[in-house]
């Protein structure tokens, strides 16, 4: 509701207004005066200001440049910025950290393996050892079963010089030594062998 | 004085910065720049804003200078924004009226654009933005005695170009 105000009143405001006297609250009233409906055709070109002077208070900036401000100020950028970066050295230390734990339990992982192949190969080789110890043991013995009949013709040549030896000198001293030496050799000859013959001689017969 | 502070003490002002720059310097674009340009300066200045008791005056004062700085430079254009008014709030006139009226409302943005700027300024901060002398006083520069002189002239010069468009109106019809 617009305060009764009398001509007078608005035409003496007006005067004051003129010479820059008024107070804020009394430019409101002229303002709300004029703006409020007709005024007399000598007021008119106070009403054209008034009016003008309240359009001029509903320009506003336009919109866009909010934006532009926000960005030209932006601080949550450098925010964002500084966020991006701590997270992706969190993630890059972490990264390194569990490449470092893989590559350790790599490592000692095939520490293990190696140790355990050593030891293997330590078995095997003993193992391959004792089967050569083995082998050797055999030959040995085979060797030895082997080099019997070996002392046997050794023994035989011993006897062959021994008897050749003894009938040399007892050719000499008695002509019945040769028969002497057949004894002497039938003697030494195992018994298998006459065995032997023995049963050649029976089955021959 | 953190971003949350300069927000919130300096962004709901930023239609009256804009209103001033577009005062002064009668161009859309180059006032958006200004009003960008005020809060760029503003803000490199934050550490020694705490100590401003009044922001929106020392807002106000920087966009004056920034304006004044860009009419001294050449690369300022002049040009009149005629498609920003809005039409009149009057319902009780007539659509032949409106027109009129419309005109009127150039006229008198053309003929404020003709003063002087300090009574542009003045009359600016004082009629559109209701600010108080002591305000005008320190955003201007100039005494209170000066701004009263000043907003007189102002004030007498638009009415007495209006009552002689108003007299030939009257003598055509």
């Known amino acids: 509701m617009n305060k009764p105000y009398t001509k007078e009143y608005i035409l003496e405001l007006l005067d004051k207004y003129n010479e820059a006297e008024t107070s804020l609250q009394e430019e409101h009233i002229l303002q709300e005066y004029f703006l409020s409906g007709s005024v007399d055709k000598d007021l008119l070109p106070y009403k054209s200001i008034f009016t003008f002077l309240k359009n001029e208070q509903k320009i506003t900036a336009p919109e866009v440049k909010k934006e532009g401000m926000v960005t030209v100020t932006s601080k949550p950028k450098n925010r964002v910025r500084r966020l991006i970066i701590i997270s992706s050295s969190i993630a890059a230390s972490l990264l390194l950290g569990i490449g470092l734990t893989i590559k350790l339990i790599d490592y000692q992982e095939r520490q293990e393996r190696e140790a355990l192949a050593a030891q293997l190969k330590q078995k095997e080789m003993m193992a391959s050892f004792g089967a050569f110890a083995e082998a050797i043991s055999l030959v040995a013995t085979n060797l030895d079963k082997g080099l019997q009949p070996m002392n046997s013709v050794n023994a035989l040549n011993i006897i062959e010089k021994d008897t050749t030896n003894q009938l040399e000198s007892q050719e000499e001293e008695n002509p019945n030594a040769l028969i002497t030496a057949l004894e002497l050799l039938a003697k030494y000859l195992p018994a298998e062998q006459n065995d032997n013959d023995t049963t050649n001689n029976s089955s021959n017969n | ?173």
């Open chain 2, 1 to 173: 004085m953190t971003i949350d502070e300069y927000t919130n003490k300096l962004w709901p002002i930023r239609d009256r910065i804009f209103r001033l720059a577009r005062r002064l310097l009668v161009n859309e674009e180059d006032a958006q720049d200004i009003v960008q340009d005020t809060y760029l300066k503003l803000w490199s200045a934050k550490t020694r804003l705490d100590e401003v008791s009044n922001m929106e005056a020392m807002a106000m004062t920087v966009t004056r200078n920034l304006c004044l700085d860009r009419l001294k430079s050449h690369n300022h254009k002049y040009t009149v924004y005629e498609n920003s008014f809005p039409d009149s709030t009057s319902t009780t006139t007539t659509a032949d009226n409106q027109i009129h009226l419309k005109d009127l409302q150039k006229n008198l943005s053309h003929l404020i654009s003709q003063l002087p700027e300090q009574q542009r300024t003045v009359m600016h901060l004082r009629d559109v933005e209701g600010m108080e002398f002591d305000q005008i006083s320190y955003i201007s520069g100039q005494s209170i005695n000066a701004i009263r002189a000043n907003l007189s002239r102002a004030r007498k010069k638009v009415r007495e170009t209006l009552e002689k468009i108003y007299e030939h109106e009257q003598a055509l019809y």
